[in-house]
């Protein structure tokens, strides 16, 4: 074992020894309650669920001693061993790098430490992302298999099945992958074609089926597979539902194509995996008979928040790089950093990074908190921003280059490649945006029927209410939802933001609920409409995490704390006017509106082709 590796397992058992020295003590408080309300879907509602949120999370001392023991071997490995250029080159990780990877434990971050994982919390997982950010391939190759492979395992596994395949699979050994996406079937997890039939025996399942685009394809031992079978209702009918199932390929027929030809992470394994009469045995069932869609549902989640700080990560360095030219690179006499232009893109990467790796760090502290709210949307929310921002300011870096920063000479051009993959994994960004704001809408809904329904039938007292509450908008009056008043959650300097987003979140109340009086129901099927209420969510998440986290640096000193709330301040700011134009347009977005895009796509769809005339035509 390399002395890295060996110093992170004694790190880990260290702190084993202390929990057990103190049994009287968990590593982690447990619930005692129900959980408390979700932070995103009071948004809808027009309200602020500050507990949690405000302040900022901390982690012990303890914790965060720990935390730095681990990335200090990480970042070495990283920084010295790591030869990204020719992985993207050669398409593979050397087996070598693999094994070292294994060696430092990083196969089993996420992996309970009576199984022989780290055991690590969601907050030092986050803060590892950061260090394993620095290779695309590295990144996804351990994501498939911890975030979504073996995570199935952890969180819906029995006992029995966490014994029997968790070891292995964080030590190494093993190497999971997630199969779901069927050929044609993409995002479409309901109409998926892989099937499992029970033996005769009754003691097997008979698995036939194929899977695509699947990370760690070609080298996983142990997959976590997505297929139908028949599950009996109460009422005697028979119906396929979705089933969850731990399957090894040294059950047999199971095999692979080939590594396929990416544009970016080429590092990484992803190729199709075919299963023909596979025997699974029924005590492989991960979770319910039928239940594989709540299983899918919890594994897909659970990683999504992580992302922010694997892009912010990368940032960083981007923005050290890219300075670094800007700073020494003369144009016109001038160094590059002095033109607004250029300025403009450093503000907006440090912008994106801060708000990435404050949405991730407040997320993660929800999941480790004891109370333990459902942040599944919190979580969506974190990987479509963090996605987008990355395939945004990565290409910013490399117009700051110029001509250099297309070459392969520069990693500028390999990062683009490696970030687009970000806006499709583990669910494309318009499911996600969909699911952010449905799951919202949803949370909402029974919550406003009471008041909708007083309004459609007019019902005096309801209407009047509306009318002055109406009236009170058009008048301007205060919004005081309790951050920046007095005593308020967020700090005096930045009490100007903060109230920026209690106007946003008020009227985004109201919004919410003339959108569900005007559409009801059938506000599932306007795309248009819920894509507009996600981008408002997405930004009032970030507003609400920068200026959490800004105000915890300022009030315990950390350095460069007046930069932290000038970047709070400027996003802050530009969040609050896309937010502005954003309720506008669903405020005036009538069936006219939605119904001339409607218009334009059925057009170009109908013939496949862009139809306008060519601009040099002529009638005669």
């Not at 010295?80 to 971050?109: A, H, Q, W």
């Not at 790089?321 to 160094?335: I, M, S, Y």
């Not at 301007?476 to 007095?486: F, Y």
Request: hydrophobic fraction near 40%; include cysteine; charge should be neutral.
């Amino acid at each position: 074992m390399s002395g890295c590796g060996l110093f992170l397992r004694r790190a880990a058992a260290a702190r084993s020894c202390r929990v057990l020295a103190a049994p009287g003590v968990s590593q982690r408080p447990l619930r005692t309650g129900p959980p408390r309300r979700a932070f995103v879907k009071e948004l809808l509602l027009g309200k602020i669920e500050k507990k949690g949120v405000f302040p900022f999370p901390e982690v012990s001392q303890d914790e965060l001693n720990e935390i730095s023991q681990f990335v200090g071997p990480v970042e070495k490995f990283f920084s010295e061993e790591v030869d990204s250029r020719m992985i993207d080159r050669e398409g593979r990780i050397p087996e070598d790098t693999l094994e070292k990877l294994k060696r430092l434990g990083l196969f089993g971050m996420q992996v309970p430490e009576e199984y022989g994982g780290l055991g690590l919390s969601s907050a030092a997982c986050t803060r590892l992302g950061e260090v394993i950010s620095l290779d695309g391939s590295i990144m996804v190759t351990l994501a498939a298999h911890q975030a979504i492979g073996l995570k199935g395992i952890v969180v819906a596994g029995t006992e029995a099945q966490k014994a029997r395949y968790l070891p292995r699979l964080a030590s190494g050994e093993h190497i999971a992958a997630f199969c779901l996406t069927e050929p044609a079937r993409g995002n479409d997890a309901a109409s998926i074609q892989t099937r499992a039939t029970l033996g005769e025996d009754k003691t097997h399942y008979i698995l036939n089926g194929s899977k695509v685009w699947i990370t760690n394809g070609g080298i996983a031992s142990v997959f976590t597979v997505f297929a139908k079978t028949e599950v009996a209702d109460a009422d005697g009918s028979v119906k396929d539902k979705i089933t969850a199932f731990i399957v090894e390929r040294d059950f047999g027929g199971v095999t692979h194509g080939k590594s396929e030809d990416k544009l970016g992470i080429r590092g990484s394994n992803i190729c199709e995996v075919h299963f023909e009469n596979t025997r699974v045995p029924i005590e492989n069932v991960l979770g319910e008979v039928g239940g594989g869609f709540k299983v899918a549902s919890s594994i897909l989640s659970s990683g999504q928040f992580s992302l922010g700080s694997v892009v912010a990560g990368m940032l960083k360095k981007l923005i050290e790089l890219a300075a670094e030219h800007a700073c020494t690179r003369k144009q016109f006499n001038r160094n590059l950093s002095e033109f607004g232009l250029i300025q403009e893109k450093f503000a907006l990467m440090a912008q994106k990074a801060y708000a990435m790796e404050s949405m991730s760090y407040l997320t993660a502290g929800m999941r480790d908190d004891p109370e333990r709210p459902d942040c599944s949307v919190e979580a969506a929310i974190v990987k479509v921003f963090s996605s987008e921002g990355a395939w945004q300011c990565v290409s910013e870096a490399l117009q700051i280059l110029g001509g250099a920063g297309y070459m392969k000479d520069y990693p500028y051009e390999r990062l683009l490649r490696d970030t687009r993959v970000l806006l499709i994994l583990e669910g494309t960004n318009e499911i996600l945006r969909m699911f952010i704001a449905l799951t919202g809408l949803q949370h909402a809904g029974p919550l406003l029927t009471t008041r909708i329904k007083e309004l459609k039938e007019g019902r005096v007292i309801t209407v009047m209410e509306t009318i002055s509450q109406r009236l009170g908008d058009t008048l301007g009056w205060t919004v005081d939802l309790g951050l920046a008043g007095d005593p308020g959650v967020v700090h005096p300097s930045l009490r100007d933001s903060a109230t920026k987003l209690e106007e946003n979140v008020y009227y985004f109340g109201r919004t919410v609920e003339t959108l569900l009086l005007r559409f009801g129901r059938t506000i599932v099927e306007e795309q248009l409409v819920t894509k507009q209420v996600a981008d408002i969510l997405i930004n009032l998440y970030a507003m609400a995490a920068v200026l959490s986290r800004a105000s915890r640096s300022v009030r315990i000193g950390l350095p460069n704390h007046d930069h932290e709330v000038l970047l709070a301040r400027v996003f802050c700011a530009e969040a609050y006017f896309q937010n502005l134009f954003s309720l506008a347009y669903l405020d005036k977005c009538g069936p006219g509106n939605l119904e001339q895009i409607q218009k334009v796509s059925q057009q170009i769809l109908e013939k496949r082709a862009y139809i306008c005339a060519h601009p040099l035509d002529r009638t005669s």
